[in-house]
């Protein structure tokens, strides 16, 4: 894959820096900007391949940016960074549509893994918050009425979704062709009445599908 465009929006000059020194190597830095407002104009006008968003962002916050940037430049992935680790906030960025999720706190490599990932269209979310996807969506419906319209086959490559895995890797995983794995996504956001990979993983970690 080519190398992803990248924009940053972060209001710390330092960890702004930071995020461009260790996303540099791999990565084109296409933009930056420390407020919300300003980081949406910079998104509109770049089009990355990922914006890579601070939640606590002055202005508009990166909730909110998200948000617009889900309605105005849709195919822009979008990777939120932050010290935050509250189950409000992270469930809000996924609602929001964020396809990544990460701290600060994180080694580098893994927010560079998330940016590389979210660009292959991929959904990664922090080991460190992960249990709060999971311990908030995983639990099976108390009413047991709920039968899942997956597949088997589909419900695999959705647990590979949720787990990070980009199309390719899916492929691999399972050894079936991208093309394959593609006509299965479709036939799942179909069945999940989900707009992206992203979303048909959180629908049905909340359904209790996978």
Known sequence: MQRPRVVIVE??????????????????????????????????????DVAVVDI?????????????????????????VTMIDLEEEVLAALAAGADAYCLKSSEPERIVDAVR???????FFDPQIAHVVLGRFSAPSKSGLNASPLTSRETEILRLIADGKANGEI???????????????RDILAKLSASD????AVVALRKGYI
């Open 56 to 80: 606590g962002l002055p202005g508009l916050d990166g909730i909110a940016l998200t948000q617009r940037v889900r309605v105005e430049a849709p195919s822009v992935r979008i990777v939120i």
């Open 11 to 48: 209001d710390h000059a330092l960890t702004r820096a930071g995020l461009r020194t260790s996303l540099e190597p791999s990565c084109d830095i296409v933009g930056e900007a420390a407020d919300g407002l300003s980081g949406l104009e910079t998104i509109l006008h770049a089009q990355p």
């Open 171 to 185: 492929a691999e995983r399972l050894y079936i062709g991208l093309g394959t794995v593609k006509g299965h996504i």
């Open 197 to 200: 990979r992203t979303q048909a």
């Open 117 to 123: 990932i979210a660009a292959e269209g991929g959904a």
